[in-house]
């Protein structure tokens, strides 16, 4: 029941598992904007989170049953926990609190702080090397998400929703480094079934008003809330969990920048959204970024 730790270098070539788990987790974590203000007309933040949740963890708990992997250590626990609590429960109340006041692109540009983040945490925690060059093309996928959000119809406006997700965003880059070592003696979809687990477990209290809720939510409330818990939450914490799991935390949290170029795409051609030049310009900077961090001479 355990998988070998991924090397410490950052130079490690991504196979075809690991490229499928990369693309996956970017769809459905791109998706999941839109669907999460669908939610949002139709249950409270921490409800929604609850209710998505919920839903998600159904599936990982008979996961869990069925496979039967070996029970966690101690340490190990604590690291799943904080899975639990950090990743999945203040994450989700954080962001989906901040989305109530922040425009879209301010808050990519918000959440995208989290590879900064996860870098500079990989290299004092796990001794992970990040180079120059992946520096350089980290700063400019993160310039690139910048200009997608100042190139918003609304603008760049920030207010005290963009401290909320500013902490979602820390939240995902402490679980990804402490997580990380997990990898070295549980399976990927172990360490994900567990945090849907553990997570709904903390979301539990706001279960019930989420029920009265989903009672009279909109028939588009209730599909949004469906679709987080199965798509960007069962699914997308899995393939997540791979990719973590065969990269270094800084390389593999690089490739998020490729999230909010995506989701533009998706609402051109689910919504008919047109994206500005502006936006266009930074999807190119955003992925051309993370081309950089990831070439191999």
């Not at 070996?70 to 990743?87: Q, S």
């Not at 490729?258 to 994206?275: D, I, K, M, R, S």
Request: net charge positive; hydrophobic share 55%.
């Amino acid at each position: 029941m355990s998988i070998a730790a991924a090397p410490a270098s950052g130079h490690r070539s991504i196979g075809g598992v690991t490229a499928a788990a990369v693309v996956v987790t970017i769809l459905a974590w791109a998706s999941a904007f839109p669907a999460i203000r669908a939610g949002l007309e139709s249950f409270g933040p921490v409800e929604l989170g609850s209710l998505r949740f919920t839903i998600a963890a159904i599936p990982a708990a008979l996961f869990l049953a069925v496979m039967r992997p070996a029970w966690p250590t101690l340490p190990d626990l604590l690291r799943l926990a904080a899975g639990g609590i950090l990743f999945v429960a203040l994450y989700t109340a954080l962001l989906n609190m901040g989305e109530m006041t922040v425009s879209a692109g301010a808050a990519s540009f918000i959440i995208n702080t989290n590879p900064i983040m996860t870098a500079g945490l990989a290299m004092l925690v796990l001794g992970e090397r990040f180079s120059a060059r992946a520096w350089a093309g980290t700063a400019l996928s993160f310039a690139g998400i910048g200009l997608i959000a100042f190139g918003e119809g609304d603008g760049m406006r920030l207010d005290t929703g963009a401290l909320l997700i500013l902490g979602a965003a820390l939240c995902n880059s402490v679980t990804t480094v402490v997580q990380k070592p997990l990898f070295a003696r549980h399976k990927p979809l172990t360490v994900s079934a567990w945090n849907m687990v553990l997570g709904a477990l903390v979301l539990a209290p706001w279960l019930p008003n989420a029920a009265s809720q989903f009672a009279v939510a909109s028939p588009s409330g209730i599909q949004a809330a469906i679709y987080l818990g199965l798509v960007p939450s069962l699914v997308a914490y899995g393939t997540w969990s791979i990719a973590l799991s065969r990269l270094p935390a800084s390389r593999a949290s690089n490739f998020m920048y490729c999230v909010p170029p995506v989701a533009t795409l998706l609402g051109f051609a689910w919504l008919g959204e047109t994206p500005t030049l502006l936006g266009t310009i930074g999807g190119a900077f955003a992925l051309v970024g993370v081309a950089v961090v990831n070439w191999r001479r």
